[in-house]
């Protein structure tokens, strides 16, 4: 009786070539796609079959042309979903339940579909290595846009800042040590973990979940004190406090899997005083009228004094965050933080705002910032004279797009598809139900 239900519930939804794509490879994606705080929509089952068929498609050319993923590329893609999944569901009890299973468990449901997927990758990224366009064919794809279509381009400023966050000293961190502290105490002598994590943890990340961080491993990205403390640690432990970039935090590690731990935390955040604040602010006007006098480059300054990691070693200026493939540090205005635009609004090109007072929006932390703006357009049609890095990358990705489709037009032609009859109205799917070596399942 279990064999029959488990056939019915795992049936064949696809084949192609000579591998199959199960309703549970479908049912397994759709519910990554529910834990991460979507709606349901039968919709989204076309999109993943749709993907799936075509990875089908890209692993079998893959396995020709002996395309491989280690198992560390695996592992590390995994680990990074669950950890988002996670932090989605509130803390890997809620996920658990959510999926009616185990992480664990999931995590070994998940890789054979993950290590696919990673495989198809190398395998498009082989399909497409060596499409590049000529400036001729940048010049030729904008000339066939038609007129009515030529993309529009807001005001766009190249921006630069140099950033000081106040330096504590030992007397001024000491209270926030010893609020940690007194909470690890009582920790120790009976206090639940989890309920003081959601009472007076200022991680906004894992609070809610009783400080619970999910697992992760070396490579995770976490604070180096952060990890260091984590691996040198067993199961049960509680560690003793700590300080990060974030402020003071102590741990305790609930689980151990080879490579990978699973902890929960309590942080106890770093509040500037009016006296670091104070020498933040002249630290940074000295900066700021070293720069203005032409006596410190501005992409000097920066590399030596800017306490913003992302930018100090980019000469200070910010990139494009919507657009990170190209680095472009064209940025359209409307994507400026409020106070940066403010500061940038009055300038010309060339001049330097005055400091001002902000807070980080990843790490929540207070200190001053002086903006650079270098240039400003204004809102155009566009141009192949003042646009043509955008219209390479548009012209880039049209061909990129065409080399994909023939080649997968080419493989369908020539591949034995098969497709259930439940997603027979999927528009997405069309395509691949339309040559003569594909026919539908169940028919």
């Known amino acids: 009786m279990k064999a029959q239900e488990v056939q019915v519930i795992d049936k064949v939804a696809a084949v192609v070539g000579g591998n199959v794509v199960l309703q549970s490879d479908i049912d397994m994606q759709y519910a990554q796609y529910l834990s991460e705080g979507n709606q349901p929509d039968p919709g989204v089952r076309c999109m993943i079959l749709e993907q799936l068929l075509t990875n089908k498609l890209l692993t079998q050319q893959a396995a020709i042309d002996s395309i491989e993923v280690s198992e560390d590329e695996v592992d590390d893609n995994i680990n990074n979903r669950l950890r988002y999944m996670t932090r989605q569901a509130g803390g890997q009890e809620n996920l658990e339940k959510f999926l009616n299973r185990s992480i664990l468990q999931y995590k070994e449901e998940m ?77 120790k002598a009976g206090d639940d973990f989890g309920t003081m994590a959601r009472l007076y943890s200022q991680d906004p990340g894992s609070a809610a979940a009783g400080g619970d961080l999910g697992f992760f491993d070396r490579s995770s990205g976490m604070a180096k004190e952060f990890t260091a403390t984590a691996f040198r640690m067993k199961p049960g432990e509680i560690s003793k406090v700590f300080e990060t970039e974030f402020g003071f935090h102590f741990l305790q ?42 006596k410190l480059p501005f992409s000097t300054a920066a590399a030596l004094y800017s306490g913003d990691e992302m930018t100090k070693y980019n000469g200070g200026m910010l990139l494009n965050a919507r657009d990170q493939q190209s680095r472009t540090t064209y940025i359209p205005v409307d994507q400026l933080d409020a106070a940066d635009f403010a500061a940038i609004d009055t300038l010309k090109p060339g001049e330097y705002s005055q400091p001002f007072t902000f807070t980080d929006p990843q790490t929540r932390k207070e200190g001053y910032k002086f903006m650079y703006l270098k240039s400003r357009t204004a809102p155009h049609k566009a141009s192949l004279e003042t646009d043509y890095a955008k219209i390479k990358n548009l012209a880039e990705q049209d061909k990129l797009n065409r080399v994909v489709s023939e080649w997968f037009e080419e493989r369908r032609k020539t591949t034995y598809i098969r497709i259930d009859d439940e997603f027979a109205t999927c528009s997405e799917l069309k395509d691949w139900v339309s040559s003569p070596q594909t026919a539908q399942v169940n028919k």
Do not use: W
Request: hydrophobic fraction near 35%; charge should be positive; aromatic fraction near 6%.
């Open 111 to 187: 890789r054979p579909a993950v290590k696919e997927q990673l495989v198809a990758q190398k395998m498009q990224a082989k399909i497409t290595e060596k499409t590049g366009v000529t400036p001729l064919e940048v010049k030729r794809y904008f000339e066939k846009i038609p007129k009515d279509s030529v993309p529009n381009y807001n005001s766009e400023v190249e921006v630069g800042e140099i950033v000081i966050f106040p330096k504590l000293t030992k007397e001024e961190k000491q209270p926030f040590y010893d609020r940690a502290e007194s909470l690890r105490m009582g920790i």
């Open 253 to 294: 590690v609930l689980e151990r899997r080879g490579e990978q731990v699973r902890v929960r935390h309590i942080l106890i955040g770093l509040k500037p005083s009016d006296a670091s604040m104070e020498r933040a602010k002249k630290e940074i006007d000295s900066i700021c009228t070293r720069v203005k006098e032409d």
